[in-house]
């Protein structure tokens, strides 16, 4: 499976393939999640109200922590062997899904280590405009933490590093190694 060039999209489609090849439960991400009105507000208006969430004071830090993930029942799923590649690009959901893989050793990783993302980040993005100067910002308002925890390294090695060269004809590669 090649997400070497996968910039991100779905999580929930990461979910489905690893439903698809894994069929045991599985860690899956920590969430620390700040206190605000604003996202509180937000959320509302979007047709969400967490409950958990509004009655903590603002500024606080809600830590949830990793789940047992059980994979959907998928109609035609996969028991052969399966390699992960990932590369310079593997970048959010794309990522997450390399992570949940890597972490709960479902499968080996090959390729290059991805430079625009790391395993534990940050996501769910706020947009607004500042109130006195009214310029747009952006920001995320949750730190994923990856399901084995925080590293000082906080980057996806694969467990095979591949050569610019062996990149670029991946496929092949993959039905030597199986």
Do not use: C
């Amino acid at each position: 499976m090649d997400v070497s060039r996968n910039e991100g999209g779905s999580t929930a489609v990461g979910d489905y393939l690893i439903s698809a090849i894994y069929h045991q439960p599985y860690q899956g991400y920590q969430t620390n999640w700040k206190r605000s009105d604003e996202y509180l507000k937000l959320l509302r208006s979007w047709g969400f109200d967490n409950a958990q969430y509004a009655a903590e004071p603002v500024g606080r830090i809600l830590h949830f922590a990793s789940e047992q993930v059980i994979p959907e029942l998928v109609p035609y799923p996969y028991k052969g062997k399966v390699t992960v590649v990932i590369g310079p690009a593997t970048f959010s959901s794309a990522m997450n899904f390399a992570t949940l893989i890597k972490d709960n050793r479902m499968a080996r990783l090959i390729g290059q280590t991805p430079i625009n993302g790391h395993p534990t980040s940050i996501g769910e993005m706020y947009y607004t405009n500042l109130p006195h100067t009214q310029l747009f910002v952006r920001f995320g308002v949750k730190e994923h933490i990856r399901p084995a925890g925080k590293v000082s390294d906080n980057n996806l090695q694969p467990d095979i590093i591949l050569t610019d060269e062996q990149m670029r004809d991946v496929n092949l590669l993959i039905q030597k190694v199986h």
